[in-house]
């Protein structure tokens, strides 16, 4: 499996895990290279099985990863928002043939 980028998409997923009222199972079957763009090392996850936190480890690395993309895409919208701006700067001043 895979750890989800985000914390409510692993919520949902538990969730569908159980059908009518049935209890369902769920559990993280993970590769050690899935977890590097995570920024974990296979140094990090020794450690956090021999002190018993693996997943909050898992967890508090996700929240740091959602954190920095959503930095990033919130350049991105400014730039974004910045050049619409300009854009209907541009169309007014053609209208007004300035």
Known sequence: ????EEFSEEVQIKGRTAR????GSYSLVLCDKSLEKF???K???DN???AGNFYPLLHSK???FFK???AESKKYVDYAANEHK???ELIAAIKRND
Do not use: K, P, V, W
Not at 1 to 4: A, G, M, N
Not at 20 to 23: D, E, L
């Open 1 to 4: 499996t895979f750890l989800s």
């Open 20 to 23: 009518q009222g049935s209890y």
């Open 39 to 41: 920024l974990i090392t």
């Open 43 to 45: 140094e990090d996850i």
């Open 48 to 50: 956090a099985r021999n």
């Open 62 to 64: 996700r929240c740091e």
């Open 68 to 70: 920095s993309q959503y």
């Open 86 to 88: 300009l854009g209907e």
